[in-house]
Structure formats: structure tokens, C-alpha cells
């Protein structure tokens, strides 16, 4: 069992490099000595163990002067260079890696700002809000936002996708003070949980340290085209529930969060997928998917929420068949400040 969402530390990485045929690498021998010692080794003729730092160092300069098909790598530990040669693969397939390891320092240094997006009630032209979702991006070295899906495609090449979401999560807790007096809603990534016991005891703990009430705290259910395990996914569910949160399912209505899924799952806050919102009020199609999810939201007890509203028409279509709840750039972008008060155009009739 894999323990480490809570955990999260960067692994030490290192990797095997062999060199198939009859290569020359008399000349990188020198290469690898303008390294410390420590980072590096020979293990047997034509196999070296290095840091990734060093692998990384080495791939250029590797693929320029070497026949780089015949240059093979694997990630292993430097007590164990030989145990999984049987893996490797030529060293240019380890570039995305290469450029995707930023990540490591963002996640390490917690370089992350939350953004705030309202979630609204809409009665007569009034606009309550009732809650807002915090959202997640990253900040580089130039102080430059990274976008979220950016961030997550990285982790993903560098296996470090429970340490990101994690770090996500935890940041979003600490940054909710400023709304905790209305809903707060915390994406995180089913995926990323291996045991809710251990990888989620330091998000309940700051939230306790924090004073916040588990009932305002809504935990969003993300990316789960990734969740084979449905049994896994509710086993995560009930660990929120039972310490007194609530939690809801994004992107219903699209193949992967069909009704079945939503009726086995039973969230507190169902939200229509925004492929299904916008045009809602010319398309026949997504017409029927958005009274199809209001329907079975009503019966399992849900309170459905559209997001993604962008048009007014949209707005008043979904309000006159019943929805209540709303999300979209049409009340706000997501912003460094949560917003208090929205006023919508004298135009708008809901």
C-alpha cells in the first residue's frame, strides 16, 4: 500500500544509464567527473548510476554527440542500479520529464495562489452569494501565474500529482479565511487519496487549528475519468461526511459523470457540466441534459448548480426550469479578493 499524500516529500531520484554497442564514452567519463562523486557512479562497464540532477545535466549533451537510441535510461536508487533494466527506454523519451520537473520546486516551496470564485443564488434580479470556490494556481520565479491545468499536467509526468493536489488543498484551506463565513468549496483528486485516514489528517488538522466548521467546507470531486475504483471514490466521500463535511461532483452530465455514477455517489451539490450550460437556451440537446440532472439531483436529494454561466438567456433558462445555484464569469472571474455583492444588469429578467 502506498502510503505518502500526506507525506509528499520529493523522492531522491537517480537513474541508470546504459550504453548499448560499441560507444565511446571515454570522453564523457570527464563529463561525469566535473560532477561530486557523491551524485555519481560506475557500476559496471558501460552502466552508470547518477542524480537526476546530473541525468539532466547530461541529456543534451548526450543526444548531440552519442546515438541517442542506443543510450537507455530508468529512474532507480543508487543501492539498486540493476533492478529494473529491464525498463528502460532511450534517454530522449526522459525530456518531458526534464522540463516538466519545475514542479518539484513549486510544490517544495508551496508557490501557490488562490483565487476565489462566487457561487450564487438568483431570486427576482437579486444576486446572494452564498459561497465561493477556491481555486488553485501556481507562481513562478517572475511572480507570474501558473494556470492550474499547467501545473497538473506537470505533476502528472513527474508522478507527483498526490503531492500537488495536497499542496493545493492545504493552501485553499489556509487561504479561505477571508469567506468562512459562507461556503467554502475545495477541489481535490480521488486519485490522489490512497487511505483518507493518513492522506487527509493535515487538512483536518489545519482546518481545526484554523477554527473553521467542517459544514461550510465543501470538498469537490475532480478528474474522476481517472477513478476506476467507485468503491475507492465513496470510501473518500464517507470519510468527509463523517467528520462533518459536505462534498460535490463536478462535471455532470458529460460521459464520465453520467446519472448513474451521480445516483451511486449521492453529493450534497451536483454541478452541471459547463459543455451543458452554455446555450443552454437554444439547444435542445443540452436542454434535456440539464432537466435530466435537475431531476435526478432532486431525487437523491442533491442541490444541483450550473456553472459555467456566461450569457444571460443561459441564466434565465436554467432559473426557469428550476435550478437555483450558479457559477460563471457572467457574476465574476475567479480574483485574488472574494467578491461580497453582485449586481446584475437591468436587462436581465430571471
Known amino acids: 500500500m502506498r502510503n505518502g499524500c500526506d507525506i509528499c516529500m520529493p523522492q531522491h531520484r537517480g537513474y541508470s544509464i546504459y550504453f548499448k554497442d560499441e560507444q565511446s564514452i571515454g570522453q564523457l567519463e570527464k563529463y561525469f567527473r566535473s560532477f561530486p562523486e557523491d551524485q555519481w557512479t560506475v557500476v559496471e562497464d558501460k552502466l552508470y548510476w547518477a542524480e537526476e540532477t546530473v541525468f539532466f545535466d ?192 463536478d462535471d455532470v452530465g458529460t460521459g464520465v459523470n453520467d446519472l448513474k455514477k451521480l445516483n451511486d455517489l449521492k453529493p450534497h451539490y451536483v454541478k452541471l457540466a459547463r459543455e451543458y450550460v452554455d446555450g443552454v437556451s437554444t439547444d435542445p440537446e443540452k436542454q434535456s441534459v440539464a432537466k435530466s440532472v435537475l431531476e435526478m439531483a432532486r431525487n437523491i436529494g442533491s442541490r444541483p448548480l450550473a456553472e459555467g454561466i456566461e450569457r444571460p438567456e443561459d441564466l434565465t433558462f436554467l432559473t426557469d426550469i428550476g435550478y437555483e445555484l450558479f457559477q460563471g464569469y457572467y457574476f465574476a472571474k475567479p480574483q485574488e479578493n472574494p467578491v461580497e455583492r453582485i449586481t446584475l444588469n437591468d436587462d436581465i429578467k430571471t
Open 58 to 249: 547530461l541529456l543534451d549533451y548526450l543526444e548531440a554527440h552519442m546515438d541517442a537510441e542506443k543510450v537507455l535510461a530508468v529512474g532507480s536508487k543508487r543501492t539498486e542500479p540493476q533492478k529494473d533494466m529491464e525498463d528502460m527506454r532511450p534517454i530522449a523519451t526522459f525530456q518531458l520529464e526534464k522540463q516538466a520537473s519545475w514542479i518539484d520546486d513549486l510544490i517544495k516551496q508551496r508557490a501557490i495562489k488562490t483565487h476565489y470564485q462566487p457561487i450564487v443564488t438568483v431570486k427576482n434580479q437579486n444576486v446572494e452569494v452564498i459561497g465561493h470556490e477556491l481555486l488553485s494556481r501556481g507562481i513562478d520565479e517572475t511572480g507570474t501565474l501558473i494556470p492550474p491545468f499547467k501545473m497538473f499536467e506537470a505533476a502528472r509526468v513527474r508522478n507527483r500529482l498526490f503531492a500537488l493536489d495536497r499542496v493545493c488543498r492545504l493552501e485553499s484551506v489556509k487561504n479561505a479565511q477571508p469567506a468562512t463565513d459562507k461556503l467554502i468549496f475545495i477541489n481535490f483528486i480521488p486519485t490522489a487519496i490512497y487511505v483518507p485516514e493518513h492522506c487527509l489528517a493535515t487538512t483536518f488538522k489545519l482546518i481545526k487549528q484554523l477554527n473553521m466548521k467542517p459544514e461550510q467546507i465543501v470538498f469537490e470531486v475532480v478528474e474522476t475519468d481517472e477513478v476506476k475504483d467507485i468503491e475507492h471514490l465513496k470510501s473518500i466521500l464517507r470519510y468527509y461526511q463523517a467528520h462533518g463535511f459536505k462534498y460535490a461532483l
